[in-house]
């Protein structure tokens, strides 16, 4: 069965103009707008969220999501998740793309953990991970375990 999630994006200004605006808006149905940009080396606003970062996150929160869940299946505890993802845009053959996206997550086990199960679960999200599945960039994975 096929879900659908509705987004608007709006922008408002003058394409004529010098330089100009490029801040924009993203909003859902019942959720809170985010302002977006296009990213500081193309003009944009580098407090605002843009599209390589939106990507690089979506990629790595629906990894982490899919991880947790078949921890919780299989019974394995994590007790915290912190992932320092980044997502790399580059030119190959004059076309410019996320080429990347590396999850650099530090994964917090219960002591006694098998290290090597969570290594396992980690790397099988990648197959059951959604955005992962969309997309075309690589996803380079470089978990680091630690025990609580």
Known sequence: MAHTYPLTVGWTGNTLDGIYNRN?????????????????????????????DMLGSALATCHMLTFLALCAKTKVQVL????????????????????EVHLRPVIRVARGTSMAKVVELFEKAHKYCFVANSVTCEAVMEPRVVEA
């Open 24 to 52: 924009a808006t993203v909003s859902n149905p019942g959720k809170h707008a985010l302002a977006v940009s296009s990213a500081p080396e193309f003009g944009g606003d580098p407090a605002r969220w843009n599209p390589e």
């Open 80 to 99: 915290a998740y912190e992932d320092h993802a980044e997502a790399v845009l580059d030119t190959v053959d004059k076309v410019t793309r996320i080429t």
